[in-house]
């Protein structure tokens, strides 16, 4: 999980809803053709290899350069996780990045040091398209530095809506309602929430979900937190996520082979009605639509609930961004900027979404979803268009214990109680703020 979480899976999540593409181990090469006088600019694109990720930088360089045909734009790959961050890291240290690339948002942005190796945008015309969700994801002081590349996302509850259907359900707003529901599916014969232990970072969902909740009844929790002046273990809205887990063991909500199912087996569950809820991401809209297309649109999605009906609200994942090394100068500098404003336009979204399902809203006005999108992708953009949504934990802080899909798979199977759970996630923690170098710890 990125930031240490849940985005370095979507990188494999990508790859197993589509076939293995042969790539080169670092250029996919230049796309379109010169303008034939010799006078064409080309620059060099950087994204990771996921290939989902590298589907849409294509599609939409060769839409650019469709419009601007004296600029080439070569797409090149990076891998993901670690050896990818340090690779970022590396290229901007030594002045070698390409002349724009792509990257997370949020904390781990923060990270690569934008004020010192980026070119800020913040004058750029584009800049006022960007939705305001996710301009504080790529901004430092007043100055911004990166335009979305590729859709949002949530973590909430994937459900099956003709389960829901049969039995006379309503989406839950408050956690009291989901346990209601899930026992009435319990005696349907259904699993009521699904679970997939042999994939351990699916079993996160039920705490870093449950952050909007957090986050509505304490705004300023992540700023404590980052501060070491707040505890999972000790504030009582923060540990809700672990006693989430604990009470679906202990009620036996969750299918009976949790410990062994894998998240293509979760989603088959889902997607056939054997189960009916599934916290995860919206971004496995990919190998639903691979596995079992023919029952995508029986999916529906929710934001998981908490205590407040009228607090109801996503917690959401912000798209990686496009941005500029300051390295990047003179006419490359003039073709990169252009190639930002075609990005985040109507048309650049368009051509992204050729390439890429939608798992979420393009965060870019005026940018619509095509019309059949699937129902996931619909249910998390009416979230943004209500405003109804708040950050995952991850963007708005740099503290991330390791461990945490390890801890909830132990809390979830009943092998720790959800207090000692979350003492254990706070050790966890600790070690990583130290090693970060964070002051408080």
């Known amino acids: 999980m990125r930031s240490r979480t849940l985005a370095k899976r979507r990188a494999a999540l990508a790859a197993a809803a589509v076939l293995p593409l042969l790539l080169s181990a670092c250029s996919a090469g230049s796309l379109g053709s010169s303008s034939g006088d010799g006078s064409a600019t080309t620059i060099k694109l950087l994204v990771d290899n996921a290939p989902d990720n590298l589907q849409a930088a294509k599609q939409l360089a060769k839409d650019f350069q469709a419009e601007n045909p004296?600029?080439?734009?070569?797409?090149?790959?990076?891998?993901?996780?670690?050896?990818?961050?340090?690779?970022?890291?590396?290229?901007?240290?030594?002045?070698?990045?390409?002349d724009v690339f792509s990257y997370n948002t949020g904390s781990l942005f923060q990270q690569i040091d934008p004020t010192k190796n980026l070119a800020p945008i913040t004058r750029d015309p584009y800049v006022k398209r960007l939705d305001k969700s996710f301009l504080p994801q790529v901004t430092v002081g007043d100055q911004t530095y990166g335009v979305p590349f590729g859709s949002a996302l949530g973590g909430g509850v994937l459900y099956n809506k003709k389960v829901y259907a049969k039995l006379g359900l309503t989406v839950p707003k408050t956690w009291a309602q989901?346990?209601?529901?899930?026992?009435?599916?319990?005696?349907?014969?259904?699993?009521?929430?699904?679970?997939?232990?042999?994939?351990?970072?699916?079993?996160?969902?039920?705490?870093?979900?449950?952050?909007?909740?957090?986050?509505?009844?304490?705004?300023?929790?992540?700023?404590?937190?980052?501060?070491?002046?707040?505890?999972?273990?000790?504030?009582?809205?923060?540990?809700?996520?672990?006693?989430?887990?604990?009470?679906?063991h202990d009620l036996k909500l969750q299918n009976p082979?949790?410990?062994?199912?894998?998240?293509?087996?979760?989603?088959?569950?889902?997607?056939?009605?054997?189960?009916?809820?599934?916290?995860?991401?919206?971004?496995?809209?990919?190998?639903?639509?691979?596995?079992?297309?023919?029952?995508?649109?029986?999916?529906?999605?929710?934001?998981?609930?908490?205590?407040?009906?009228?607090?109801?609200?996503?917690?959401?994942?912000?798209?990686?961004?496009?941005?500029?090394?300051?390295?990047?100068?003179?006419?490359?500098?003039?073709?990169?900027?252009?190639?930002?404003?075609?990005?985040?336009?109507?048309?650049?979204?368009?051509?992204?979404?050729?390439?890429?399902?939608?798992?979420?809203?393009?965060?870019?006005?005026?940018?619509?979803?095509?019309?059949?999108?699937?129902?996931?992708?619909?249910?998390?953009?009416?979230?943004?268009?209500?405003?109804?949504?708040?950050?995952?934990?991850?963007?708005?802080?740099?503290?991330?214990?390791?461990?945490?899909e390890q801890i909830c798979v132990q809390v979830g199977s009943g092998i720790t109680g959800a207090k000692s759970g979350a003492a254990l996630y706070d050790k966890d923690v600790r070690k990583q703020a130290q090693q970060l170098g964070l002051p408080g710890w």
């Not at 340090?86 to 901007?92: D, E, F, P, Q, V």
């Not at 870093?208 to 992540?222: R, S």
């Not at 070491?228 to 009582?236: E, G, L, P, R, S």
């Open 70 to 98: 004296k600029i080439r734009v070569s797409v090149e790959t990076r891998p993901g996780g670690t050896d990818g961050d340090n690779l970022i890291k590396t290229r901007l240290q030594t002045g070698s990045m390409a």
């Open 257 to 404: 082979d949790y410990a062994s199912a894998t998240l293509v087996k979760g989603l088959q569950m889902l997607a056939t009605g054997r189960g009916a809820q599934y916290p995860m991401l919206s971004t496995v809209i990919g190998a639903i639509k691979t596995s079992n297309p023919d029952q995508l649109d029986d999916i529906g999605f929710f934001a998981l609930p908490g205590d407040d009906a009228a607090a109801n609200g996503l917690t959401a994942w912000f798209p990686n961004a496009f941005y500029v090394p300051k390295s990047t100068t003179g006419d490359k500098l003039t073709a990169v900027r252009k190639f930002l404003a075609f990005t985040a336009s109507p048309t650049g979204c368009t051509s992204q979404a050729k390439a890429s399902t939608p798992t979420g809203p393009y965060l870019v006005e005026g940018c619509t979803l095509p019309s059949d999108v699937p129902a996931i992708t619909k249910d998390v953009a009416a979230y943004f268009t209500h405003d109804a949504q708040s950050p995952a934990l991850e963007f708005l802080s740099p503290v991330k214990g390791p461990s945490l």
């Open 178 to 248: 989901f346990i209601a529901n899930s026992k009435k599916i319990k005696a349907a014969g259904i699993a009521p929430v699904i679970q997939t232990y042999q994939d351990t970072w699916t079993s996160q969902l039920l705490v870093l979900g449950d952050f909007h909740n957090v986050a509505a009844a304490e705004p300023d929790f992540a700023e404590k937190f980052t501060a070491n002046k707040a505890k999972f273990a000790t504030d009582a809205n923060a540990a809700k996520g672990f006693a989430y887990l604990e009470q679906i």
